[in-house]
């Protein structure tokens, strides 16, 4: 599977659940296969999600189970898929199509395509690009919701970072991980865990074995990333839950743990590979500008004479800290002469960026425009700063919030799946070959 096969493989598993489905909803002999709330998901639905990923998995379709497993997995995820995308929408979020434009373009860049190119590509592997474009949408809709709820429902408080610093955890580096899950319901009896711990510890001989551990996920895992090969990528160790997060640091790479309890089911690791935590430094430059602010008063053309004038003064000798004094509308650096302070390139967007990196130490620019006036920059010096400290502490916040959000969102989509109507009649016995009413 070439690169750009393996970003898009969750999108492109759902090519034909939006504009595809709307279209063949008029058709009278397509089978609804699932209802879903108001919603339903169609026979042809299915198929078209199931043969996006035969055709990526052709030539090597021994990874994937058989084709009535496949289509259950496939079903749930369809079906959580619009659980989340309709309270998306009850909830007010909406995708521009400047958003969806940016999104199609990074993934692009990404595979340094043009977006001919990525149209191309799409064609030849088979997908309207139509589709595409309002599947993405939908991606990006199901994204925003999760960011709206991480925002509203999980917190990190000071001293959970203090107490994550102090622990020494960070030091322990990231880890690459694969993850199988069977999973086992909230309310099983003693005989459904036994069933689901025999079923994980028969998974876990047939990859000791010898069978690959990416078409063991694909075949067998109940996680929402199965059809990844449960492939979790890099993350921190602190971002691994702590239940697992001690076995998985005593690991070499290669190694295999045996099939763990945990609140969803029966949980088998993988260590793919690990990383040791290094230093951050991070190159700082100290600057000092005059700005003449566009607004009311001042409209662009006068801002843009005035900062012609000012820089005319600064080649005949004048003194820039004085002139900023004096003239320049940044009421936080005025006062000091102009001085913006020690900064990373980016501190204070592009276009100052740009022009630092034009620049040498002492050395005046002429005067530039950005969103908000004109402005006239001298770089003062440069260094190398040691930034890990400040790093690891927004790295500490960042992990503690992740953990949060996977175990929070989890438990989020476990409720909204509880709480809304769902008829699966594919598990009721509807064969794949039957795709007529």
């Given at each position: 599977m070439n690169a750009l096969k393996r970003l898009l493989l969750p999108i492109l598993l759902l090519v034909g659940t939006s504009v595809f489905a709307q279209t063949l909803a008029t058709q009278s002999l397509d089978r609804v296969i699932a209802v879903v709330d108001d919603s339903v998901i169609l026979r042809s639905e299915l198929d078209r999600a199931l043969n996006n990923i035969l055709a990526q998995y052709s030539g090597r379709s021994d990874q994937l189970p058989p084709r009535d497993v496949l289509e259950r997995q496939v079903l749930d995820r369809i079906i959580l898929i619009k659980l989340q995308a309709t309270r998306a929408r009850e909830t007010g979020i909406r995708i521009s199509e400047v958003e969806v434009d940016g999104a199609i373009g990074n993934v692009a860049n990404q595979n340094g395509m043009?977006?001919?190119?990525?149209?191309?590509?799409?064609?030849?592997?088979?997908?309207?690009?139509?589709?595409?474009?309002?599947?993405?949408?939908?991606?990006?809709?199901?994204?925003?919701?999760?960011?709206?709820?991480?925002?509203?429902?999980?917190?990190?408080?000071?001293?959970?970072?203090?107490?994550?610093?102090?622990?020494?955890?960070?030091?322990?580096?990231?880890?690459?991980?694969?993850?199988?899950?069977?999973?086992?319901?909230?309310?099983?009896?003693?005989?459904?865990?036994q069933v689901g711990r025999e079923k994980a510890e028969g998974v876990r001989k047939l990859i000791e074995d010898g069978m690959d551990f990416n078409a063991a996920a694909i075949r067998y895992s109940n996680a929402p990333n199965a059809l990844e090969g449960g492939d979790l990528g890099w993350r921190a160790l602190t971002e691994v839950p702590v239940a697992f997060s001690e076995i998985v640091e005593q690991m070499r790479p290669g190694e295999v743990t045996p099939a763990i309890r945990g609140p969803s089911g029966f949980h088998i690791l993988k260590l793919?590979?690990?990383?040791?935590?290094?230093?951050?430094?991070?190159?700082?430059?100290?600057?000092?500008?005059?700005?003449?602010?566009?607004?009311?008063?001042?409209?662009?053309?006068?801002?843009?004479?005035?900062?012609?004038?000012?820089?005319?003064?600064?080649?005949?000798?004048?003194?820039?800290?004085?002139?900023?004094?004096?003239?320049?509308?940044?009421?936080?650096?005025?006062?000091?002469?102009?001085?913006?302070?020690?900064?990373?390139?980016?501190?204070?967007?592009?276009?100052?960026?740009?022009?630092?990196?034009?620049?040498?130490?002492?050395?005046?620019?002429?005067?530039?425009?950005?969103?908000?006036?004109?402005?006239?920059?001298?770089?003062?010096?440069?260094?190398?700063?040691?930034?890990?400290?400040?790093?690891?502490?927004?790295?500490?916040?960042?992990?503690?919030?992740?953990?949060?959000a996977e175990e929070e969102y989890d438990r989020y989509l476990r409720q909204l799946r509880g709480e809304a109507y769902i008829e699966n009649r594919l598990a009721r016995g509807a064969s794949a070959s039957d795709s007529e009413s």
């Open positions: 043009t977006l001919d190119q990525l149209r191309y590509s799409l064609a030849q592997d088979g997908f309207n690009y139509n589709e595409f474009r309002e599947t993405m949408r939908e991606e990006l809709l199901l994204q925003r919701l999760r960011s709206r709820f991480v925002q509203s429902q999980v917190a990190v408080s000071e001293s959970e970072i203090d107490n994550l610093l102090a622990s020494g955890q960070l030091q322990r580096g990231d880890v690459h991980l694969g993850h199988i899950l069977i999973s086992v319901p909230d309310s099983a009896d003693a005989e459904t865990v793919f590979d690990r990383r040791a935590q290094s230093l951050r430094m991070v190159e700082e430059f100290n600057a000092r500008h005059i700005m003449i602010r566009i607004d009311e008063l001042t409209p662009e053309p006068e801002a843009r004479a005035e900062a012609e004038r000012l820089y005319g003064l600064l080649q005949n000798g004048a003194d820039f800290a004085e002139l900023a004094r004096e003239h320049s509308k940044d009421h936080n650096t005025a006062p000091l002469g102009g001085d913006m302070g020690w900064f990373p390139i980016d501190g204070y967007g592009t276009a100052v960026a740009h022009e630092l990196g034009h620049l040498t130490d002492g050395q005046i620019s002429q005067p530039f425009q950005t969103d908000v006036g004109w402005h006239i920059l001298q770089r003062l010096g440069s260094r190398e700063q040691d930034r890990t400290e400040e790093l690891m502490r927004r790295q500490a916040s960042e992990m503690i919030r992740t953990r949060k």
